[in-house]
């Protein structure tokens, strides 16, 4: 894929670049190291930001990231992708990328080869299902006819009562599992290895399905 960028009366060729990433470890908000692999996915990048893409640069519309800076050897993008409001570290040749997320979670990935037969990790089909769920509209509650009180014939209506949605108290809006901090994975107790995570299903918080917000009355 290649963008013309016009210079005055010159015209630069700039090259999109696709890069495939594969999970190496992952350290949650207290600071403990989980190794992990065999998810991937990859990312394109243009002159000035970069998305995750399928393997032939196709944008998977999960988010733009912005290039903020390079110093220390590291690139430095910036945005609100698949992970939410995260940085993303890449190493002066792409080879390693650390993607650190607001919520304190951050994942490590290593450049690789993708898989035969890979295309596109299955983030876009994760957001459109939760956007599935977080798209239920506002609703009435209708209150029951109840007869004034000293009248057999007579009755006044309620007006029905407005649902609203708030954060999730279990995950503080995150939708990441807070017992395995969207890994989908735990620590054995006894074996000391990793088992999934007997709380959630793909690490996503159980108490509002991943969605990170839950629906009360409002008053």
């Given at each position: ?21 594969e ?6 908000n ?74 304190g ?37 209708p ?37 395995c901090?969207g ?32 629906v009360?009355?409002?008053?």
């Open positions: 894929m290649l963008l013309l960028v016009s210079l005055g009366a010159k015209a630069q060729v700039y090259q999109y670049r696709t890069y495939y990433y999970f190496v470890a992952q350290v949650g207290d600071g403990v190291r989980k190794e992990k692999s065999g998810d991937g996915q990859c990312y394109t990048f243009t002159q000035n930001s970069c998305y995750e893409s399928d393997n032939e640069g196709n944008d998977q519309s999960l988010g733009v990231l912005r290039y903020v800076n390079f110093a220390n050897n590291i690139y430095v993008y910036s945005g609100k992708a698949f992970y939410g409001e995260a940085d993303y570290f890449f190493s002066s040749d792409y080879n390693h990328l650390n993607i650190k997320t607001k919520a979670v951050t994942y490590i990935l290593k450049r690789k080869v993708a898989p035969s037969g890979f295309i596109a990790s299955d983030h876009k089909k994760i957001k459109e299902q939760i956007e599935i769920m977080t798209t239920v509209p506002v609703v009435t509650v209150i029951a006819t109840m007869p004034e009180t000293g009248s057999s014939s007579s009755s006044s209506q309620r007006s029905g009562l407005q649902t609203e949605y708030y954060d999730c108290p279990s995950c503080y809006g995150t939708g990441n599992c807070p017992i901090h890994s989908g994975h735990t620590s054995a107790i006894y074996t000391g290895g990793e088992m999934k995570c007997p709380s959630c299903r793909w690490g996503r918080c159980s108490s509002c399905n991943g969605t990170g917000k839950k009360r009355i409002k008053r």
